[in-house]
């Protein structure tokens, strides 16, 4: 591992290894600073130093190999990496306990790592999404503990697996306890980001979990409707096709799908928990999004036996194109399966597992298919005419109903994507076609 001498460094990143410390490293280390990541993560972080990523991520590794050859980069294990470095971002945020309310002590855990190595001169900048009223919590965390180090919270707001891009192209959120913690955080923001909106540190906490807790619920609402539609018979994604043929106001409905990953449902229990539990829209998304996989294992059992059936779950990450399988609802469908009784296998394009089997082993093994993430690698696999299909995404391969006769395959779902995943729009509409009924013609 490098040195950590004092000030070698401008910007340290404890919790550096993980999803929000390595983008933000890279970028800052790409910017002309001198950036070490802290972590206790030994493995990650001799993967790092090989010029591997641990997890994917677009552009990464390039750009990794790229800070590390000109030493902008440098990695320790030890909670004494912070010492003399001026800017600290801890990117440790607080999860929810079993009692679905914040739990504080890891972020304080990992404080308390850091204190005998910390400066009154120095800033923490917290990154990861916190609780309402956390960032004064740490700062009498701070004061009790006899440290003046200045405190500011700038909560990211990246997708997973483009997050180099959307720090660089995105206003960041600025806030801080003092005006000389707004300073140093605006000040480092504004070499990697194109403009920074300062907030207050309670604002920023709620702008974050907002923007996540008004997704889910929105997702929330499809996703009802959608199990409401399909239970009465109809594709509610061919209906929304036709719905929003030409009328804009419906444009912002999004396509049903898992809604699942490290922080959707997290930050609306964040939200749920300063409410007193008492945030019924929340709430009720949580009851919707988390029982989608029981509705779907629920309709394929009126068709099948399931305790003979082998069931193939494809795409065991909780969002498309990524390996990342934290809190992935396809987990939870394969254990409602196996509940049922159903042989599970599962498949993934990007996920490692010793257990998992290549898609196309999976599809010609098995009875049914379900579809848990649209990796666009399914855009192109042939499954067996004979498989059953469960396509929420509608992401398998098909002609139209009535453009195969030859095909009696039933795939049960809907077109386009999730925009929970991040997938590009649904391609064109072939219900729109001339003469057709319930359309309308395409002039010219």
Request: with cysteine; net charge negative; charged share 25%.
């Amino acid at each position: 591992m490098m040195s950590t001498e004092k000030n070698k460094y401008d910007v340290a990143v404890v919790g550096g290894a993980g999803h929000v410390g390595i983008p933000l490293s890279l970028v800052l280390a790409d910017r002309g600073l001198r950036t070490l990541i802290v972590d206790h993560n030994r493995d990650a972080l001799a993967t790092l130093e090989a010029g591997r990523l641990p997890f994917v991520e677009a552009g990464g590794e390039r750009l990794l190999r790229k800070v590390l050859d000109e030493g902008m980069l440098g990695f320790s294990w030890s909670p004494e990496g912070v010492a003399g470095v001026e800017v600290v971002i801890v990117t440790i945020g607080t999860p929810i306990d079993e009692f679905h309310n914040p739990d504080f002590s890891v972020l304080t855990g990992c404080l308390d790592g850091l204190m005998t190595h910390l400066r009154d001169d120095q800033t923490i900048i917290l990154r990861s999404t916190i609780a309402p009223g956390a960032t004064e919590y740490v700062e009498g965390y701070l004061r009790r503990h006899g440290k003046k180090t200045l405190l500011a919270f700038c909560p990211e707001r990246v997708v997973q697996g483009n997050a180099i891009d959307e720090i660089r192209t995105l206003p960041q959120l600025v806030s801080g306890t003092s005006r000389e913690a707004v300073k140093t955080a605006t000040d480092l923001f504004l070499k990697i980001a194109p403009e920074v909106v300062e907030m207050t540190p309670r604002e920023a906490e709620f702008a974050k979990l907002i923007c996540n807790a008004y997704r889910y619920i929105h997702f929330a609402a499809t996703n009802q409707l959608y199990m409401m539609v399909q239970s009465a018979g109809l594709d509610y994604n061919a209906l929304l096709d036709k719905m929003q043929h030409g009328y804009e106001r419906m444009s912002s409905i999004p396509r049903p799908g898992f809604a699942a990953g490290p922080c959707l449902m997290k930050d609306t229990m964040q939200l749920f928990a300063f409410q007193k539990h008492n945030f019924i829209l929340g709430q009720v998304a949580m009851t919707i999004n988390e029982g989608l996989p029981n509705y779907l294992v629920e309709s394929i059992a009126e068709r099948f036996d399931l305790g003979s059936t082998r069931v193939g779950i494809l795409g065991m990450a909780f969002k498309a194109e990524s390996d990342d399988i934290r809190d992935s609802l396809s987990y939870k469908l394969g254990k409602l399966l196996r509940y049922h009784g159903a042989t599970v296998a599962y498949s993934d394009e990007y996920a490692k597992d010793p257990t998992f089997v290549s898609k196309e082993h999976l599809v010609s093994s098995v009875d049914i298919v379900f579809i848990g993430v649209p990796h666009a690698a399914y855009r192109t696999l042939a499954v067996p005419a004979e498989v059953e299909v469960v396509d929420l995404w509608r992401i398998i391969p098909r002609r139209g109903i009535d453009e195969r006769p030859n095909d009696d395959r039933r795939v049960l779902g809907a077109t386009g994507d999730h925009l929970a995943a991040g997938q590009e729009p649904a391609g064109p509409r072939d219900w729109v076609r001339p003469g057709a009924p319930g359309t309308r013609r395409r002039a010219g």
